[in-house]
């Protein structure tokens, strides 16, 4: 007898396994490589032996067994038809498969495959008992039941993602149904029943409020900020930035409603302002993002990522597409929003702009910075030429506070300081900017925190916030207290009177609430 070495046989055997394995897969998945629409290919059905058959058992030997072309004995499996699901759901009858291999589960490939589309892909079948198909596609193939081709992992991440995305999109409109619901009044433009008798007239003495009207609690963090419409048959809107990273407008004149929240920021909103046509929002905040809102739409006119954050922005007085940014950098920049574009820097050796205030004309602006020393406070407050970016003075504020807020007298020649030092100074708009030493006004508590002042419409009293949530009000000639309104629990923030009805005061505080007095 003719012996082989043992690894012949090793190798032949491997060889003869991985005949048989690729010969019972090809039995279970007929395909047809051919990239033609019109070529057709047909799945061989071959009887092949069971596991157990062997070469032990077989006659011939490894060489003679590959040079025959496959396997000469016969199964000890008995054969029977099995049932096919193509792609389009039909069933088909295969003959030729093991018996063992039958399960009873049902898989298509659009179970498999969800992002592929079969339903235009014809099949044919022959008649002989075997499967024939129509390729199209490299990855169109007829599954047998109960087997699960393999899908690559790539394609299995695709697939995660999309289910994920679905539904996060889902989960997302149903969200936003849900936002939908809450009931929010409709912007409106018209003029407020309330406002009518008083416009086209000569505003009157400012009355100092002392009811409350409406308390509006909608925010869920401190509100930094509020203000009134600028426009005067508008002006029973009422615009609010709040650390919740959203800012609003209320009507806080007929009703004390929600309008619309904006929620276009990722942080805090540190500051908003109306512009001078009432029907835009300029906001920027700790996300360093500057985005103008439509107020009727909510859509973005203007949105622009900043270099710093943002603390302090103002419209220029005289042009409506210029503002003036500032903010947790040593820059002030000036923006256009037509080109969306830097078009002047204001350079100092500061470390953040605290509040910018234009003077009339807006030839001139101020800028209050964090600047103190222990010896001098040179450059607390910095007067700059607006249009060659110079500095015109630094040498306005000697004393060692900052100023976290300024604000202009609405008919002389004088604007207000608030400082940390518990108390507001006056100035004058004229160079050099001296300091009316005559008049302070103090009895009020800021201990940190960015407290607002503001002048009555006639001009005739100041109104500040306090640390203590107390409202204070002064006559601006005397500089002594005229009254005190307990008007919140947590430091006040900012106050601001109505520009058209004399004795109306909105409030607000780090606690989130606003409040409206008369």
């Known amino acids: 007898m003719l012996r082989y070495p043992s690894f012949w046989k090793i190798s032949a055997q491997r060889l003869l396994h991985f005949a048989y394995w690729t010969r019972m897969n090809s039995s279970l998945v007929a395909y047809d490589d ?24 077989s006659a011939m030997n490894p ?23 193509d792609s389009t759901g039909r069933s088909i009858v295969c003959e030729g498969s093991p018996a063992y291999q039958i399960q009873t589960n049902k898989m298509d490939l659009s179970d ?11 099949n044919k079948f022959s008649g002989n008992g075997s499967c024939s198909q129509k390729r199209v596609n490299q990855d169109k193939f007829v599954t047998i039941k109960g087997i699960r081709p393999y899908v690559p992992k790539r394609l299995r991440q695709e697939t995660t993602s999309q289910v994920y995305e679905k539904k996060e999109s889902e989960e997302q409109r149903e969200s936003c149904a849900t936002k939908a619901g809450i009931p929010e009044e409709q912007i409106s433009t018209k003029v407020s029943e309330f406002i009518k008798p008083y416009l086209g007239s000569k505003y009157k003495s400012t009355e100092i409020p002392r009811n409350r009207v409406f308390q509006m609690s909608k925010h869920s963090g401190p509100v930094n900020k509020i203000q009134w419409c600028p426009v005067q048959g508008w002006s029973h809107m009422l615009l609010s930035a709040s650390m919740d990273k959203t800012f609003k407008v209320w009507n806080a004149v007929d009703t004390g409603c929600c309008l619309k929240t904006y929620s276009c920021h990722s942080c805090a909103v540190r500051t908003a302002q109306w512009s001078l046509c009432g029907r835009r929002i300029l906001s920027g905040g700790f996300d360093s993002m500057l985005n103008l809102t439509d107020v009727e739409t909510g859509g973005q006119i203007f949105s622009s990522k900043n270099e710093f954050r943002v603390s302090t922005l103002k419209f220029h007085v005289s042009e409506p597409n210029i503002f003036i940014c500032g903010g947790f950098s040593p820059e002030v920049k000036a923006w256009d929003i037509r080109n969306c574009k830097v078009i002047k820097t204001y350079k100092a050796a500061v470390q953040q702009t605290l509040d910018v205030l234009f003077l009339p004309e807006g030839k001139e602006f101020l800028t209050s910075t964090d600047a103190v020393s222990r010896d001098s406070a040179d450059r607390t407050i910095i007067a700059w030429d607006f249009h060659s970016s110079a500095k015109i003075s630094n040498q306005i504020f000697h004393e060692r506070y900052t100023c976290p807020s300024l604000t202009l007298h609405p008919r002389e020649p004088a604007f207000v300081a608030q400082t940390n030092g518990n108390y507001m100074a006056l100035f004058s708009t004229q160079r050099p900017y001296k300091i009316n030493k005559r008049k302070r006004y103090e009895g009020h508590k ?31 000639h005397t500089a002594r207290i005229t009254q005190t309104l307990s008007a919140h629990n947590e430091a006040c923030v900012s106050a601001t009177f109505h520009p058209v009805l004399p ?10 609430d606003i409040k409206i007095w008369q």
């Open 34 to 57: 051919s990239d033609s629409d019109t070529e057709t290919g047909e799945a061989e059905n071959e009887n092949l032996s069971s596991p157990e058959v062997g070469l032990e058992n």
């Open 63 to 85: 060489v003679q067994h590959f040079a025959s072309g496959g396997l000469n004995t016969k199964p000890t499996h008995k054969m029977q038809a099995v049932e096919c699901i």
């Open 112 to 122: 498999i495959y969800p992002w592929k589309d079969y339903s235009n892909q014809a």
């Open 446 to 476: 800021v201990e940190g925190f960015a407290v607002g002042c503001e002048f009555s419409p006639d001009g005739m009293l100041l109104v500040t916030g306090s640390s203590e949530g107390k409202v204070f009000f002064y006559n601006y």
């Open 503 to 512: 004795s109306l005061l909105a409030t607000c505080d780090w606690t989130g």
